[in-house]
Every structure is written in C-alpha cells, then in structure tokens.
C-alpha cells in the first residue's frame, strides 16, 4: 500500500449528493417500509433492489450526467494527486459499471448479429465478458479464450474457436490484426483479435472503429467529383 | 456461340492441327455444344485450348493473334445464324480478314480447308454476301464486335504460367520507331514500369501519379467498362477470381431464394425444403444440386474487405461502392486504413435509397444508380440489382461477378467473403457414441444451423463451388465460349462423372453457349459421344489427330482408359503383374484349394476374378 499524505487526502474534494436529496431517500426508504409492513412485504428484497440501483449508479445517474463535466474533472484531480504520491495507477482503466452492464446485456439478433449459432453466441458474449466493456484496445487470441473456458466442446479447443472467431471477423464482429510478436528474435508478426471499440479512450483523436460515415462521405464525394 | 473448326498449322507442339468440332444429334433440347480435347500428359490439349483463347484474346482488343491461324465458329443472332470465318494466315496482316456470311454445313476438315483456299476477298468495301472486316483495319470495325462471342471464359486448374505470357503485349514495332524521333530519352525512363504492368495498375498505384498532372482515368460515374471498350468480353479465371465467383454465386441465389421470404415462416420452409433434398439426396436444379452436396442452406451476411482507403482517391466507381456502404450494417475499420463493410443479405424492409443514404441532396447519377434497389425486400437482392441494374435474373450473376472483379483490379476491393449457414450435421464435433443415431437426431435442436465462412469449406467443396459458378457466369450469355482445361482435377470419382451432367444440365440446355474441355479423365468421358471427343496423340515428338475408333457413351470406364488412352490395362500394374501369374492352373493343385479360396475373396470384382474362380471350378471338377 503506497502513502498518501493526510494533506493530500484532505486537498481532495469528494462529491456528496445534496442533503435534501439523501434526506429525500431516507424518507422513501421509510415509506416503503410501512407499505411493506401493512401487505407483509418482503422489504429485504427492495431494499437489495434498491441498494442494486445505488450501486450500479442508476440512482444517481440523471444528477451525474448533469454535472459530467464537474466529475471528470475531479476525476482528473484525484488521478493527478494519486500520481504525485506515487501510487501506480493500472494501466488500462477499468469497465465502468453501466459499461459491465452492457456485457452482461444479451446480444442482438439483428443486422451483423443475425445468424450465429448458439454455440456462437455464448462464445462472443463469454469474449465480451473477456476483454469487453473497456473504451481502450485489448487484444485476445483463440487460445487465451480456449482455457478461460472451464467446459463445453470449446473448453480448450482453439481450433474450433479460431472457426467461430472468423465468422465473428467476417461479421466486424472481431477485428483480425497482426502484431508484432514480443518473443522472437528477428521481427515476426502474428494474429490477434480485438473488439471494435468507440469513444476511444485516448489523448491522440485516435478514431473510432466505426468507419461508415467516413467512407461514405469520401466515396460521395468522389462520386460527385468534390476531390 | 459453337465452334465449327479450328486449323493450326504452327502453334507450339501443335502443328497443321486440323479440328473439326460436331455437335451431338442424339441428345434433342440443347442450345449449347460441348466438346473434349483428350489426350496423355504432353500431348498438346492444353496448347490447342490456349490457341482458341489467344485467338480472341487478341481479337477482342482489336489486333491479330500472333501466329497463323483458321478459326470458324456459329454466332446465333435472332433473326439469323452466321458462319463467322476467321483466317490468318503467315504474312503481312493485310492478308487476314474475318468474315461472317450464311451458315455452312460442312462436316469433314478438307470441305473447310478449301472453303478457306477458295475464299474471294472483296474488290471494295462493299461485300453483299456478310459482312466483312480486314485483317490490318480492326480498330474500331463495329463488324468485329458485331460477330465476336460474347464471352470467352478460360478456366484452367494446371500451371497459369503459360496462360500469363499471353496477356502479356508486345510493345508495337512502329512505336519503337517513333521513340527514336524524341529528343530527350530521359523523358522516357519516367513512363517505364515493371513488366507485366496493368491499366488498373497504373491506376490505383499512387506511385505512378505525376503531382499536378490530370490522371488519365475515366471520370467517376463512368469508369466502369463501357461498351467502347470490349477487351472485357475475354477473361482468362484466376485462382483468385474463384472466391469472387463464389461469392457473387451465393449473393444471386440469396436473392432468389430470401426476397420473396420475409416471414420466419417462409424461410422455415425453404430450410425444411433444402433439409429434406439434402437428406434424402434429391436432386435440386440448378446451383442447388451442388450446393445440396455441401450441406448449404443459404449465406447470411456478405462482407467486403477494401484496401486502405487513401487509394479510393482512384476510385472510378464510387457512386456504386457509396450505395453499397450504405446498405451495410457495418463499416469496420482494419489496420493500415483497410475497412470490412458488413450486409446482412437476410429480408428487411423494403429499400428506398433515399433514406439508406441519410438526408443528404443525392445528384441526379447518384440516385439513377440506386433506382433498381426500390423495393428490394432483402440485401443481397438489393445488391443484386445495385450491380445488375434492371437486367434479366440469370445475367445479373456476371453482373455481381464482374463488378468485384474490377473493383479488385482497380486496388479498391481487397477480399470478398460470406458467412453462410449449412444444415447441421448430427454427429459433427458433439457425437455422443451412447445415443442412438434416431435419439441424437431428434434431441438435436431445431434451427440450430452451422454458420461459417466461405474459407472455412474444405479445398474440394471450394472448388466445386467456384468452378461450378464460374460455368453458371455464361447461363443465359447467348453466344459465350467457355474454355476448360482439366476442370476435374482434385474432385473425387463421383463428383467426376457428375461434371459433364452438370454442365449439360446448367449451361447447355438453354444457353447457345459452346464448352471445349480438356481432359484426362475416363469416367467423365462415360457421359460424351465419341463424335464430341478429339484425341490428341504424339509419336515420334508430332502430334496429330487419332480419331476414336470404340463409342464411349455409356461405356464402361475401364473401356474408355483402353480405348480412349490407350492404357495397358484397366486394372494398376502392380495387381496386373501378380495376378497374370496365378492364371496358369498348373499352380493351383487340389491340396491348396483353401489357399486359392483365400485368394479369391481378396480380389475385387471383374475378370481376373472370374478366371481364378473358373481355376476353382475346375478344382471342385476335379474333386
């Protein structure tokens, strides 16, 4: 555990919702109560539910997209003054809850995601689980997806995987690379996999890898003679 | 199109090769004609194919073939047929022409010979009997395209190496002169490139653009190949244009079988109905009788991989890849600049290209493109019509073929590939060796279809695959010549002695088309006339014509490899040689009865067989 001054700890402003609002909380909590009470209502379930809600943010949410800019920039200052003690920050962030949430989301069964097989669809969701949900690259091959599956004919069987994971490239479900291998003496390339990813999370204006829109606009445009 | 009669008096191994290619007359119902060249290893059936593809070849990029030649030929029109002569003969070009006139009936070599010899060039322009073109004025003759086939298609699973050196020009003679006349040869290093260097090449690679100089390709909605340009009509099928094909197959099929289905419902039929002629081995018609034999059901999503898109900057035919952009679910960017775009070629509401293109103001060509789409009630059929326009069902498959093909000559598609979902085999990966055969099937989930890439198909299913869209490019290209060389090669025996049916039943039965196929193989040869068959034989380093003197039709096999290739025998020399020694019935006394017994059973049906069971006869005879 790094130490982190008291100073430093007290510098930091934390944000703490309204007091009428927390007050607001409490006395809907407590009327929840009494119904729960007069209908003989389980109030260990609602209140699990609402507790689910607080910590998923859900509760929260329409106050914390109000005040977003305030929060990354506190954000910011929290990570700046975590860096000056010395703390090692991880270094790719992790998923935020409503983006784990989005993992856990079944997948659509329309547009690229029309038609894969059963065994395709538990597999690309277990990929998401996997390497999802974050707003910068990872990267994943058949065989690290292979012997994080515990059972089933694809529990380390990258064979059938590296099938599944070219129909999911042929669907820009996956994006197919090649990357320099790490290992190897001379300079040799070789083949990962990583999900498209938006709003990339990067300080470069990478783009995203939705591409469509650019390419239609260049291909409009060649088509009219603008370029 | 039907070949009549080709004469080669000097064309590499071949020489004063006489041809003349009949038409079956039993068969009654045949537009199309096909005919074999067959022959040992090196006895020239791929030079002869070679010289009927150099010959238009050259033609349809309006010069002269370079070495002599007669070729004559049908073109069937609809108020008309035509015998179309073309003859060059040794010497200047002047003394070539090529004439088309009333249709002829000859059937023996010497008849066409001496028509050739007897030939009356016109005094002027004017030739009341056809129409006639001169062999040093073929820039421009409407007459030459006038009576060209409409496609030449040459297909060959041997060496490409010999085919490439034909598409390779020699730099004119009288150009070579008028070099000399420029003042300053450093000029000219600038236009060098290296050999083997295209107009498509030129065209996409950056390196060749001069900055501030006007490139000099064609301006973006008219850059794909117009009717000014016919060197297109004669295409030489690379390997690499076997996935294109493939794929263009399986996008036009889609369209067919998913536009008129957009309930679950109905699709639920169509894939108890491809089940069912899967199961119980029906035969479907069409390209479903060979998909049928890959488990196919249908594709579901298409997928086009463009190169890095700086170089679209080239791109002659934007205004379509915009509307094919627009009908994609997805544009995924690759490395380097590369894109996949994604269309799911399943049902959808019906297409208005306005809304697919967003809001935007759409220019009258853009929208003149995307007419045919209107009202498409899947993707693949949208595409369909986004690359074939308004024209027929069955010419919409060149259509898809030749847009991806030029797309990928012009460096602007890089790879095309489809997902396709195939019945599901009981038994595949997930056998269970304690269920049933009956139990498995019926706990199998239903609906639970395979779905994988075309890649993903073995090499020999992608062969038959690719070879057979290539023959299904000419169904309904009237006047179409497509050329084979060894097509049966790596197909197993059944798929073998299917290939002529196939051909026969998807191109010759309604398409004036004419098929020349060169090849080895006896058991193909079960399903031809000996009168479609041409047998190449060399001695003594010449080869010459050897006509056949047994009918093969319906013949059995081992007959067409005594007859038709001249084989020692029908069964290997291995088993030849042992079992000629064990004839002699002096070897076999009654004491190793059981030994000859044991013998028998190990030998496969046919007449060794029969002779040693007869020594057995004779034996028990005895006894």
């Known amino acids: 555990m790094v130490n982190i001054p008291k100073s430093r700890l007290n510098s930091l402003s934390i944000p ?6 927390l007050q607001k909380f409490y006395e809907t909590l407590a009327q929840f109560r009494e119904v729960g009470n007069i209908v003989a209502f389980d109030s260990s379930k609602l209140i699990f539910s609402l507790t689910a809600n607080a910590f998923s943010g859900e509760l929260t949410r329409s106050w914390r997209e109000t005040h977003h800019k305030k929060l990354a920039l506190e954000a910011r200052e929290r990570d700046a003054a975590l860096a000056a003690s010395g703390a090692e920050l991880p270094r790719g962030r992790r998923a935020t809850i409503p983006e784990l949430a989005s993992i856990f989301e079944d997948l659509p069964t329309d547009g690229q995601y029309a038609d894969l097989s059963r065994e395709q669809r538990d597999l690309f969701k277990r990929i998401r689980k996997m390497v999802g949900g974050v707003k910068h690259l990872r990267y994943f091959t058949a065989e690290a997806v292979a012997n994080e599956i515990n059972e089933g004919p694809l529990h380390r069987n990258p064979r059938a995987i590296e099938a599944h994971l070219a129909v999911f490239a042929v669907r820009g479900l996956v994006i197919p690379v090649s990357r320099r291998h790490p290992d190897s003496v001379r300079t040799s390339y070789a083949l990962a996999y990583r999900l498209p990813v938006e709003n990339l999370d990067n300080e470069n204006g990478e783009p995203d890898d939705d ?15 603008d370029i | 199109m039907r070949l009549r009669y080709v004469h080669l008096p000097d064309y590499g191994p071949l020489q004063d090769i006489e041809v003349v290619f009949a038409h079956n007359e039993h068969l009654p119902e045949r537009d199309g004609t096909v005919n074999f060249v067959v022959g040992l290893n090196g006895s020239g059936k791929s030079s002869m194919i070679r010289a009927i593809y150099d010959v238009f070849r050259n033609l349809t990029r309006e010069q002269l073939p370079g070495f002599p030649v007669t070729l004559i030929y049908d073109i069937k029109k609809p108020e008309l047929e035509a015998t179309v002569t073309f003859h060059r003969p040794q010497g200047p070009p002047s003394e070539a022409f090529l004439f088309a006139g009333e249709w002829i009936c000859f059937s023996e070599t010497h008849e066409w010979r001496s028509w050739v010899e007897n030939f009356q060039r016109p005094e002027g322009n004017i030739y009341p009997e056809g129409d006639f073109v001169f062999g040093d004025k073929l820039k421009g003759d409407g007459n030459l395209r006038n009576w060209l086939p ?37 000029s000219l290093r600038a236009d060098e490139r290296p050999q083997g260097w295209t107009p498509e090449q030129e065209q996409f690679d950056q390196r060749t653009i001069v900055e501030g100089g006007d490139p000099a390709w064609d301006p973006p909605l008219g850059g794909m190949p117009s009717n000014d340009d016919f060197s297109n009509r004669c295409i030489l099928l690379e390997p690499a244009d076997a996935q294109l094909a493939a794929v263009a197959l399986g996008i036009w ?43 196919w059901l249908w594709p579901t999503h298409a997928s086009f991989h463009f190169h890095s898109y700086a170089q679209h900057a080239f791109n002659p035919d934007a205004a379509r890849c915009f509307w094919l952009l627009a009908l994609s679910n997805a544009v995924v960017r690759h490395p380097l600049g590369e894109a996949r775009a994604i269309v799911n070629l399943g049902t959808c509401s019906p297409v208005i290209p306005g809304d697919l293109a967003g809001d935007r103001e759409l220019t009258e060509a853009l929208k003149l493109l995307a007419e045919p789409m209107t009202g498409a009630r899947c993707r693949a059929e949208a595409l369909r019509r986004l690359f074939g326009g308004e024209r027929d069902l069955h010419e919409t498959l060149w259509d898809i073929f030749e847009t991806l093909r030029t797309w990928r000559n012009h460096g602007i598609l890089k790879d095309v590939n ?5 019945v599901h085999r009981a038994g595949e990966g997930e056998w269970d060796p304690d269920e049933s055969e009956e139990e498995s099937k019926s706990a199998e989930p239903e609906g639970d279809d395979v779905v994988l890439t075309y890649s993903h198909f073995s090499d020999g299913e992608r062969m038959l695959l690719s070879r057979m869209a290539f023959l299904l490019l000419l169904k309904g290209q009237e006047n179409s010549l497509l050329l084979l060389d060894e097509p049966e090669t790596h197909f197993n025996d059944s798929w073998k002695r299917q290939i002529i049916d196939l051909i026969d039943d998807n191109l010759l039965r309604d398409t ?18 000996d009168s479609e068959i041409t047998r190449l034989w060399k001695e003594g380093g010449i080869t010459s014509i050897n006509p056949l003197s047994q009918p093969t039709f319906g013949a059995d096999p081992g007959r067409i490899l005594l007859n038709v290739f001249n084989a020692p025998d029908v069964i290997g020399k291995r088993a030849a040689e042992f079992l000629r020694d064990q004839f002699d019935p002096e070897k076999w006394p009654p004491e190793r009865k059981e030994e000859l017994e044991k013998l028998i059973d190990e030998v496969g049906s046919g007449w060794p067989r029969a002779k040693l069971m007869d020594i057995l006869d004779q034996i028990e005879a005895s006894e």
């Open chain 1, 16 to 21: 703490v919702p309204p007091s009428s609002r």
């Open chain 2, 512 to 529: 004036s088309a004419h098929v020349l196929v060169s090849t080895h193989t006896s058991l193909a040869l079960t399903d031809v006339f």
């Open chain 1, 211 to 225: 591409c469509r829109q650019e390419m239609m606009t260049q291909q409009f445009r060649l088509a009219t003679g």
């Open chain 2, 253 to 295: 099929e889609a369209a067919r079988d998913l536009n008129d289905r957009s309930l679950e419902y109905d699709q639920n039929a169509l894939r108890k109905k491809y089940r069912d002629q899967i199961d119980r081995k029906k035969e479907g018609t069409g390209a479903r009788r060979f998909l049928n034999e890959l488990d």
């Open chain 2, 150 to 186: 409409s496609r030449v298609l040459a297909y060959t699973s041997g060496d490409l190496i010999p085919w490439k050196a034909l598409e390779e020009h020699t730099y004119p003679a009288d150009s070579i002169e008028s070099d000399l006349m420029i003042d300053s040869p450093d």
């Open chain 2, 418 to 422: 489809l997902t396709v979902k195939r």
